[in-house]
Each structure stands twice: as C-alpha cells, then as structure tokens.
C-alpha cells in the first residue's frame, strides 16, 4: 500500500513568551494511520495538537494539510475535527443536536442531517439517546457523543486529545478499543494525544514520543520498545534498567563498556573509545548466572522476588547499592543467597549515546565509582 | 442527653434566625401590610386617612391619564433595559475575557461610579446638559453649534439618565453568566465549521442567556420606579409609575392613592419575577 502524507509539520516552533514549547518539530502523517503523541505533561504534544487544528499558530514553520499550507486557515476552514479532553458537548443542546451541528453549519439538507445522526450514532453504539442532554449522559457517553459529533464531518484527520483521561480504567480499555475498531472502519487518520504509555503501544500504528518540546522518536510501536532512540524513550516506555558508562573497547560491532559496577558488552555501531553511553536493558531481558559470564562483570545479591501471576519480578542489588529489576517467568526463581553475575544477550541490549546537555551529569556519575 | 443537644440546637438557630427574622417582619413585612391597607383606605377633606374599606383607589387608578403614564413608563423601561443589554453585553464580555489586572480595573470602571449617590451624579448630568452647561459651552466654543441646544426634559434625557444609573446591574449578572462561559466550547463550535457569528448566535447567546434575563429583571424594575431620573433630567415630562406615587404622597397629599399605585408597582414586579422564574431564571441572581 502506497502512503500518502496526510499532514506534514515542517521545522515548527511554538513560543509563548519566553516559553519555547515546541522545538523544531518536523513530523510526517500518513492517510489512514493511527499516530500517538506520547509524551508527559508539558512536553508540547497538545499544543502540537492544537496547531493542527488551528487554534494555536505556529510561532515559524509551516503545517501542511493534503499538501496544503493552512496557516492562514481559521479552524472552521480546516478539514480536520478534534475531540476535546473535556469533551466540550454543548451544554444547551440535546445529543442529536450536538451530533448535527456541524452539518447544520455547512447548510446540509434536514433529512440528510437526521439520517446521518442516526447512523452516527448507531455506528457509536448511542442509538436512542439522541433526545437526551449532556448533562444526563454518563462520562463514557459523552465521549462517545464526542466523538460522533467530530467524525460526522468526515473529518480527513481526527485529532483527540487525552480523549479517555476523564475515564476510569476499566471503560477506558473498552473505549480503547472501540476507538482502534471506528478507527479502522471508517479508515480515517487519527492523531491521538496521550501520556498514557500503555494506551500508546496498544492502540498506535506509530508513536511519536515528544520530551521538552522536543521530537524525540517517532516509530511504530515495537520498535520504540525494543529499540529506543534516547534515553528518555527507553525509560519513559515501559521498564527498564539503565547503565551510564564509558566505551572502553571496540571489536567489530561489540563494544565493552566500563559502568559503575564492572564491565558490560553490547552492539553498537558508529561509536568510538572513551565514549559516554547509556545501556538499557528491559527487566525480562536481563539475565543472571551462578558463575562469571565472559564479558560481564557485574555482580549482584538477590534483595527480593515477587509472584505477579504468571511472572516473577524479582529486584537484585549491585555493591554499589543500585537497584536491578529482573522478570522471570514462575518456576524459574532466582537463588535467594550467594552472587549472581548479570549478563544479557547481545541483541537485548540497547547502547545509547549520552546527549550533550546531560553530558557533565554522566561524568559525575562515572566519577563515583 | 440527646434531649438537651437537641434542646441546644433549637435555640442556636432560633438565636441565629430571630434577628433576621425581626428584621424581616419591622423593616419588610409590617410596612408592606401597612401600605396594603392604607391601599383600601379614604381620606376626609382635609385629606387626612380615613378607615374605611373602599375600592374607590384602585378604580381611580384606570383613570385614562394614569394609564398614559403606565405605557410610557414602560416604554421608558423598555428602552432602558435594551440599551443597557446593547452597550452593556460588548463591556461584560470584554471584562470577563480580560486578564488579571486589566480586568479589575474595568470592573472597578463599573463600581466607582456607583460609591456616589445615585441623585448627586444625576443632578451633575443635569448640570452638564442643561442650556447654560458645560456640554453646550463646550460646543459652542467649538463652533460645531451656533445655538444652545435643549438636552434635558424629553424622554431621551430620562432614558440616557436610567442607563447611566442602572447599568451596572446589568453588568454584573452579565459577567456573571460570561466568565462560566466555557472556552473549549467556542473552540469546538468553531472546530465544527461555525464562523464568528454563528458561534455566537448558536452558543455564545443561548448560554449567556440567564444573564441577559436577570440582568433585564434587575433594570426594569427600578426604571419603573426611578421617580427622581425623570424628574431632574425630564421635567415632568416623562413621568414614570415612580412619579405619580412619589406625588400621591408629597404634593397630592393623598396616600391611599399612593399606596395603591404602590401596590400596582410591587404587582408588577412580582407578575415580572414570577415569569423570570417560570422561564427557568436563576432566582440566586437577582439576590433572593
């Protein structure tokens, strides 16, 4: 299947004030896929949001609709709807109401409108409370009118923001799904804002991870778990155990690393001796043996194993006090006294590079040792 | 024990409400009731009240002259609340989208004004429009007008004047209903395809309605009565309902009449609540 750019984001920044809230942000969407900004509060992925629809203006860079430029575009001219957080149904006005209003401002025939209500809202399971008011609609509900309302226009892009934050959590994993199914169905691109990781790698075709205003890495889901392009990435998503060290020699593509606790190896192209690196290592791929491992030096106590169903998390302590989280599965506990020596996989680890700005902070830490 | 906390309670909120309550019945209710009668009473022929039951006042108040002045208070009233709602929903909506300390001061524009007796600043209006006034000199001065012109004494000056006083109680519920106003909601409307106008006809309106509403209640009303405005700025000649009950009880010497045209105004004015409530209206917002 051929891609098409849907929405293209070209070098945008966003000042307020002082505020630099989006930093160079360049970022393809493609028609028909399910885009997560995924990020912490703060990191710029609603105002990115909120640019797309038009209700915030880049501060330079331009934002391209179908190829389009839309800066001069006021959000009625944009062919692009958004689901509000806190839903914004208005109040005064009943379900079907909400549901028409957007075809009601393009002048659309009533018979059509009623109809295309209707199948709204049986498309969003609502049928029969078109007569209701927001107020005597449930949390879910709403949201489901909300999103109804947007994709009635038959939007070229949905744009959600923290659509199912209001929710608890057993209806946010049913909506979840609900919203990957209308997604899919009616082949419309989604872009979802979310700090939800979990949300993100379960419903995403892509992620684009944001930190500070900054585009961090955008790829599909596995691919931000397996191979995180920062060390904000791999500690944002999902667990994981860092290592800071030094590059200390290079065979091939194998690279030792000296780290506070002894010595380590892992894959790594394109760095060079004496290198400050980052190592992550997901719980489930560390590993840990009775007897010294060639190429690892690290040795550990086990502090602590707990049975979660069908996993064993267990937290093993380094002489240097830091803590390792191992996961295992349940029968394969750990030795409760004696060393164990870590060690992993070349593939199950991932070498990251130190960003500059954290540069001074890495050489402390190794400096301790 | 049970009885004595209970005991205790009683009179904690008997000590609580009887103040009040005291207040309510010598301040309110007793001088309400005493108007009432007064309302069915006659006089002798030195005009001094008489006790006797008599519907000789009510029936005098269809006399064709009076009922003038009912329809021309009420177009006074009229005008005045819908000049208010003109010039006092662009100033409502600008304060409560203004921030911080810009927005106390244009709040406080509205209150100032309003610290100074209500008759002090009409006789200043007075002063300032009058023939020989300011506003006339000023002009002249200017040769923008080579005679004098007549501000004051037409229906005009009273309306202009009713605004000037009562416009802050338009303001307030106004802003009141603006400031709830949520601002998601102006973004969806016009994520939906809606321009300025239809956002504002289809939203902005329907939602700030009740502020229109108990803003109109809380103008109206006192345009009815606010005998002094049409008095200094009009001349006598554009009484309102105000005037013929303030003349009952000074130069007409007759007080049953006035406590019978009294009775018509608070009539009025509970037949305008009680629709205000059937309407749907914030009782909270008028203050009661």
Redesign the interface.
């Known amino acids: 299947m051929e891609k098409t750019k849907i929405v293209e984001i070209r070098n945008v920044n966003k000042l307020y004030d002082e505020n630099h809230v989006v930093k160079d942000l360049s970022l393809d969407v493609y028609a028909g896929e399910f885009l997560t900004l995924l990020g912490s509060s703060g990191c710029g992925k609603t105002t990115t949001l909120r640019m797309i ?3 915030e203006q880049p501060t330079d860079g331009l934002i391209l609709v179908e190829g389009e430029n839309v800066a001069d575009k ?3 001219e944009r062919n692009v ?2 689901v ?1 957080q ?1 839903y ?5 006005m009943t379900v079907f109401d909400n549901i028409a ?2 075809l009601k ?2 002048r659309v025939k009533k018979k059509e409108i009623h109809d295309r209500v209707m199948e709204m809202l049986e498309l969003v399971q609502l049928g029969g409370f078109e007569k209701r008011y927001p107020s005597q609609l449930s949390g879910g509900q709403k949201q489901r009118v909300a999103i109804a ?2 994709l009635i ?1 038959n939007p070229k892009v949905l744009l959600l923001d923290e659509p199912l934050g209001a929710l608890d959590l057993k209806l946010r994993k049913q909506m979840q799904l609900e919203l990957k199914r209308l997604q899919k169905k009616l082949n419309i691109t989604f872009i979802y804002v979310t700090h939800d990781q979990e949300e993100a790698l379960s419903m995403s075709d892509r992620i684009a991870v944001m930190h500070g205003g900054v585009l961090e890495q955008v790829a599909v889901p596995l691919e931000i778990y397996e191979s995180p392009a920062s060390k904000f990435v791999a500690t944002f998503i999902g667990e994981t155990n860092l290592f800071e060290g030094r590059v200390v020699k290079i065979e091939g593509n194998s690279v030792s690393v000296m780290v506070e606790s002894g010595m380590v190896t892992a894959l790594g192209e394109g760095f060079s001796e004496g290198e400050l690196v980052s190592i992550s290592v997901r719980p489930e791929r560390m590993n840990y043996s009775v007897t010294p491992v060639e190429g690892f030096t690290i040795e550990a106590k086990v502090r602590e194993q707990v049975y979660v169903g069908s996993v064993i998390k267990a937290i093993v302590e380094l002489g240097n006090g830091n803590e390792v989280k191992l996961e295992r599965l349940a029968g394969q506990a750990l030795p409760m006294d004696g060393t164990v020596y870590l060690y992993w996989g070349e593939n199950d680890a991932k070498l990251l590079r130190t960003p500059d700005n954290e540069f001074f902070q890495a050489v402390e830490n190794i400096q301790m040792c | 024990m049970v009885m004595k906390t209970k005991k205790g309670a009683a009179i904690s909120i008997a000590t609580m409400v009887s103040p009040v309550t005291l207040w309510m019945a010598f301040f309110i209710a007793i001088p309400l009731l005493y108007v009432a009668v007064m309302s069915f009473c006659g006089t002798d022929e030195n005009y001094n009240v008489v006790f006797r039951l008599t519907l000789e006042n009510y029936r005098r108040l269809l006399d064709p002259s009076y009922l003038q002045i009912y329809m021309q208070s009420i177009l006074i009233a009229f005008l005045t609340t819908a000049f208010c709602i003109l010039l006092g929903y662009p100033f409502a909506f600008l304060i409560a989208r203004t921030k911080s300390r810009k927005k106390a001061l244009l709040y406080m524009l509205v209150i100032i004004p309003f610290w100074t007796n209500s008759l002090i600043r009409i006789y200043g209006w007075r002063t300032f429009l009058s023939a020989s006034g300011m506003l006339n000199t000023l002009l002249m001065k200017l040769n923008l007008i080579d005679t004098q012109i007549d501000f004051l004494y037409n229906i005009g000056t009273t309306v202009f004047g009713m605004v000037y006083c009562l416009f802050p109680f338009m303001i307030l519920p106004l802003y009141t209903a603006i400031e709830k106003l949520d601002i998601n909601l102006l973004e969806a409307s016009s994520d939906l395809g809606a321009r300025g106008a239809s956002t504002f006809f289809h939203i902005i309106l329907p939602l700030t309605a009740s502020g229109i509403f108990s803003g109109s209640i809380m103008v109206f009303i006192p345009a009815l009565g606010y005998f002094f405005v049409a008095d200094i700025l009009g001349g006598g000649n554009s009484d309102v309902i105000g005037n013929l009950i303030e003349r009952q009880f000074q130069s007409g010497n007759n007080w049953p009449l006035g406590a019978a045209l009294s009775m018509i105004l608070i009539g009025i004015t509970l037949l305008l609540v009680k629709l205000y409530q059937k309407c749907g209206g914030d009782m909270e917002s008028l203050g009661v």
């Open positions: 629809a038009g209700f006021e959000p009625y709807n958004t509000f806190s914004a149904l208005f109040p005064h209003y957007g401002m393009k309302r947007a226009n």
